[in-house]
């Protein structure tokens, strides 16, 4: 085979979800489930066979899907967060084609999006290293639930982060 591309998942990310700034795929993972330590490790397991056998190998961490009509708006779970990493069924299509037919690339690992408005997912190494020009896009619809559920998400993190550096303290 020439090539091995690796539906990958953006909850290789997940724990970035309250934080600020843009995810490129140069960030570190955070997983916070076994879902995504899994797709993690298939990620890792693909970078190893284009180590140990020259094998090319895309992984793409891929956003929000859903079945049926695949249309973005407030009824997508992980609120805004979610719509922010809408993917349309064409795109998706789209982009799978261009990984099987891409040259030149050895391993990577892409984040893919559609092209959603103020959305925290960097899309440009996808575009530049197998021409994804993705078709469509959407800009989350924030009411006040969903504000809410960002800040809570937020609040969460920073105990979680506050936790973590007590436990570094007391070096368990």
Same mark, same amino acid.
């Given at each position: ?13 997940? %724990?970035?979800?309250?934080? /600020? ?29 284009? !180590?140990? $056998?020259?094998? =090319? ?5 891929? %956003?929000?899907?859903? $079945?049926?009509?695949?249309?973005? %708006? ?19 299509? /789209? @982009?799978?084609?261009?990984?099987? *037919? @891409?040259?030149?690339? %050895? ?6 999006? =559609? ?26 619809? *924030? ?9 809570? @998400?937020?609040?969460? $993190? $920073? ?5 973590? !550096? ?7």
């Amino acid at each position: 085979m020439r090539r091995v591309v690796f539906a990958s998942s953006n909850w290789v990310m997940a %724990g970035h979800r309250p934080g /600020q700034g843009v995810l490129t795929i140069d960030m570190d993972p955070y997983p916070i489930n076994p879902y995504g330590v899994s797709k993690l490790m298939g990620e890792r397991m693909g970078r190893s066979a284009h !180590a140990r $056998r020259g094998l =090319s190998v895309i992984c793409f961490r891929i %956003g929000y899907l859903q $079945r049926g009509d695949n249309r973005p %708006g407030t009824h997508m779970g992980w609120s805004g967060w979610g719509q922010g990493m809408w993917l349309s069924n064409r795109d998706l299509c /789209q @982009a799978m084609e261009r990984a099987v *037919l @891409a040259e030149d690339v %050895g391993f990577a690992v892409l984040n893919l999006m =559609s092209d959603n408005p103020g959305m925290r997912w960097d899309i440009e190494m996808t575009k530049r290293t197998i021409g994804y020009a993705p078709q469509d896009g959407a800009a989350p619809v *924030l009411t006040e639930t969903i504000e809410q559920d960002e800040r809570s @998400a937020r609040d969460l $993190r $920073r105990v979680a982060e506050r936790l973590d !550096a007590l436990l570094q303290e007391r070096r368990w």
